[in-house]
C-alpha cells in the first residue's frame, strides 16, 4: 500500500498545481472585485447575458445532434470494413486533425464568403449569391465539421466490439434491419454514444474562435464574452471567472440531463 | 412418410474470394429428423448451415422450404431459428429478455410472451435464473439461454453450428443427452454441424459427412460407422486399418497377403479395393492360432482398453484389447467376416 501511495505523489502534485489551484482561483476571481472585497456582483451581471448563454447552448446542442446522426452511420460501416479498410478510413477521417485548428476554419469562411468559391459556383448557374457566412448556420457548420471526429471515434470504438454473430442472431430471431437498429446496435452502442455527446458538446458550447470567424459579431457565444474579459477592451477577469464558473455549472447539468437518457430516448433521437 | 423433406438445397455451388466452399451441393433433409453435418474444419458444413439460415446467399442453386423456393428470402423472414457457436447472446438483455426477443419481435402479447418464455426458461433448466446478466453466467448456462431462445420461437427447423464447441467433455455429454431429449420431445428437426464424429453418432438420426464441399456419405450412425462409403468417412469416423486389396470373388477377399471369407458382393471379379478393418475388431491370439501373424512394436494404455501397434507384412495395424501384449511378442491376428468391410477404391469409381 505505500508503495502505491509514493507512486501516487506526483499525480497528486500535477492535480493541486494544475487543475484544484486554477478552479481555486477562478472562484475566488468570481466572488471578488477589483478591490479583492467579497461581492456577488459579476455572479448577478451574468443575467444581462442570458440570450448569450441560451444561443451557446441551443447552437452546441444542434451541433452536437448532427454530428450524432452523421457518426452513427459512418462509425457502423467502418466498424464492419475489414481491418486494412478500417485503419485507412480512421485515418482518412484523422487527417483533418493534423492541420491547424485555425487554417481548417479560415478556408470555411474564404469557401462560405458572400464572393467565395461556393457563392461563385452558384453563380455559375444564375443563382445567388446566398448570405451564407455570419450566420448561426455557418457557426453550426464549424462545430459539425471541427468536432464530427470526436464522435466517429467513440461510436467506432464500441460498435467494434458489436459481435457480427449477434446481429445475425437478431435477424434468425426475426427483427427487420430497423428493428436489428433500435434493438440490438443503438442499446449496444449507447457507451459510445454518450461518450461522443460529450465530447461534441463540451468543446462546442465553450468554443469561441469558431463563432468570432463564421458568426460574425452578431452571434456572440459565452467563448467569447469570457474571452473577451481577459483579452479584449473590456478587461474584467473577475465577470469573466463568473463566466465561466457559471458555464462549467450548465455543462455539467446539461451533461447530467444526458446521462438520464435511457436507451428508447437515445432511439427516438436517431430514428 | 420417405417424401416429407422440409428442406431441400439444390445444386448449390459457393465460393469466397474465388476458392470453392460448396460445389454443385444437393441434400434433402426430412421432417422432423436429426440430422448432422460432420466434417473437418473447411469442408463447408458451416456454409451449408448459413445458406438455410439465410445469412449466406448461394452463388448458384436452389433452397426450398417446404417445397417453397427460399433462396433469396432474408434470414428474418425464414421458419428456422439458429444456435449459435459461441452463443451470440444479447449482452445488454437479461436472461428473460433474451429468450423472449424472437416472441416481442412477432408483437406477441407481453402475457403470452410471459408464459410461453417462463416455459422455456423451465424447459432449459435454467428457472430462478431470468434476471440474471448473461454476461455473469458460465458457459453451459449461456449454452442453456441459447437454445431457449430459439426453441421459443417454435421454429420448423433448428439449426444448431457446433453448439459444444466451446464446454468441457462433462458438460459437453451431458448437453448432448439433453439435445437429443429436446428434439425428441418438440419434435422439430434439428439440423446439427459439428467435427465432432463421437457427438455425431450419439445424438443424429442421419449423419451426412462431409469433405471439401462435397458429401462423401449419407446414412445413419450405424451404417456410417459399419459400413463407410470410402476411406475419408473410414478414417474420420473412429479408427480403422485400410489396406489395399483384390475382391476375388462375391464374399471372398484378399489382403495382407492372405485370403478372407466376408460378407460383401457385387464387385467385378479381381476388382481391387480398399478393406477396412475397425481396431477393436480384430483378436488377439497365439502366433500361429490366427489368419495373420505379427510383431507387437508398441502398447498404450487408453483408459477402457490398450492400444497395441502390430506389424505384419510391411503394414501396421491398430489393434484395440482390452487384454495387453508386451512390445516384441509374437501374435496372431483373427478378423471375422462380418468385420471386413469392403470399399471401392476411389480411382476405380467410374469404371463400377
Known amino acids: 500500500m505505500i508503495k502505491s501511495r509514493f507512486a501516487a505523489v506526483p499525480y497528486g502534485v500535477w492535480m493541486a498545481i494544475f487543475i484544484i489551484i486554477p478552479l481555486a482561483l477562478v472562484c475566488w476571481y468570481a466572488f471578488t472585485d477589483a478591490s479583492g472585497a467579497f461581492t456577488i456582483d459579476n455572479l448577478a451581471d451574468i443575467g444581462r447575458y442570458t440570450n448569450v448563454f441560451t444561443r451557446s447552448i441551443w447552437l452546441a446542442a444542434i451541433a452536437t445532434v448532427i454530428c450524432l446522426v452523421l457518426a452513427f452511420p459512418i462509425a457502423f460501416l467502418i466498424s464492419r470494413m475489414s481491418g486494412a479498410k478500417q485503419t485507412f478510413m480512421l485515418m482518412l477521417i484523422m487527417l483533418p486533425m493534423w492541420m491547424n485548428f485555425l487554417l481548417r476554419t479560415y478556408s470555411w469562411m474564404s469557401l462560405l464568403e458572400n464572393n467565395g468559391l461556393i457563392n461563385r459556383l452558384f453563380g455559375l448557374i444564375g443563382l445567388g449569391p446566398f448570405e451564407m457566412i455570419n450566420t448561426q448556420g455557418a457557426v453550426v457548420l464549424g462545430m459539425v465539421y471541427n468536432y464530427l471526429p470526436f464522435m466517429i471515434m467513440p461510436l467506432y470504438s464500441v460498435m467494434t466490439k458489436i459481435d457480427r454473430s449477434v446481429i445475425e442472431a437478431a435477424q434468425d430471431l426475426g427483427a427487420s434491419p430497423a428493428r436489428v437498429l433500435s434493438k440490438v446496435i443503438i442499446p449496444l ?32 457565444l459565452i467563448g467569447d464574452l469570457i474571452e473577451m474579459q481577459f483579452l479584449g477592451n473590456a478587461y474584467n477577469p473577475h465577470l469573466g ?30 430514428l | 412418410m420417405e417424401n416429407n423433406v422440409i428442406v431441400r438445397l439444390e445444386n448449390i455451388s459457393v465460393s469466397f474470394d474465388g476458392e470453392e466452399v460448396l460445389n454443385d451441393f444437393s441434400l ?35 433452397v426450398l422450404f417446404d417445397g417453397r423456393n427460399i433462396s433469396s428470402l432474408p434470414p428474418h423472414k425464414r421458419e428456422v431459428n439458429t444456435v449459435f457457436q459461441r452463443y451470440a447472446l444479447f449482452p445488454h438483455l437479461n436472461v428473460f429478455d433474451n429468450v423472449a426477443f424472437g416472441l416481442r419481435v412477432k408483437k406477441l402479447p407481453e402475457a403470452e410472451v410471459k408464459q410461453t418464455v417462463s416455459e422455456m426458461i423451465e424447459m432449459v433448466g435454467l428457472k430462478g435464473f431470468e434476471n440474471r446478466r448473461v454476461t455473469s453466467m458460465s458457459g453451459g448456462q449461456q449454452q442453456r439461454v441459447a437454445i431457449a431462445r430459439a426453441l421459443v420461437n417454435s421454429p420448423r427447423v433448428l439449426l444448431l453450428d457446433e453448439p459444444l464447441g466451446a464446454l468441457d467433455l462433462k458438460l459437453r455429454k451431458e448437453m448432448q443427452t439433453e439435445l437429443k431429449r429436446i428434439q425428441q420431445r418438440t419434435n422439430i428437426t434439428f439440423i446439427y454441424v459439428t467435427h465432432d464424429q463421437e457427438e455425431a453418432l450419439t445424438m443424429s438420426d442421419t449423419i451426412v459427412v462431409m469433405q471439401g464441399g462435397k458429401i462423401q456419405q449419407i446414412g445413419s450412425p450405424q451404417d456410417i460407422y459399419n459400413e463407410p462409403k470410402n476411406a475419408f468417412v473410414a478414417n474420420f469416423i473412429g479408427e480403422s486399418n485400410i489396406l489395399n486389396g483384390v ?20 464387385f467385378r471379379q479381381d476388382q481391387e479395393v480398399q478393406v477396412v478393418v475397425r481396431p477393436e475388431d480384430i483378436k488377439l491370439v497365439a502366433p500361429d492360432a490366427g489368419m495373420l501373424n505379427g510383431i507387437v512394436k508398441s502398447t498404450v494404455f487408453k483408459g477402457v482398453h490398450y492400444e497395441m501397434l502390430v506389424e505384419q507384412a510391411g503394414y501396421t495395424w491398430k489393434v484395440h484389447s482390452t487384454a495387453s501384449e508386451q512390445p516384441g511378442a509374437q501374435v496372431g491376428m483373427v478378423i471375422g467376416p462380418d468385420e471386413i468391410h469392403i470399399m471401392v477404391k476411389p480411382e476405380d469409381k467410374a469404371g463400377d
Open chain 2, 28 to 62: 434433402d433433409i426430412h421432417d422432423r429428423e436429426f440430422v448432422t453435418l460432420l466434417g473437418p474444419s473447411g469442408c463447408g458444413k458451416t456454409t451449408t448451415l448459413r445458406i438455410i439460415a439465410g445469412f449466406l446467399y448461394p452463388d448458384s442453386g436452389r
Open chain 2, 247 to 266: 475382391m476375388h470373388d462375391d464374399y471372398f477377399v484378399e489382403f495382407a497377403g492372405a485370403k478372407f471369407t466376408c460378407v460383401d458382393k457385387g
Open chain 1, 189 to 220: 452502442s449507447v457507451p459510445g454514444i454518450s461518450t461522443g455527446i460529450t465530447m461534441v458538446f463540451v468543446p462546442a458550447i465553450s468554443t469561441f474562435i469558431i463563432s468570432r470567424m463564421l458568426g460574425g459579431g452578431g452571434n456572440l
Open chain 1, 241 to 270: 471567472s463568473a463566466l465561466a464558473l457559471v458555464l462549467m455549472v450548465v455543462v455539467l447539468l446539461c451533461m447530467s440531463i444526458a446521462g438520464t437518457l435511457d436507451n428508447d430516448d437515445v432511439e427516438d433521437m436517431l
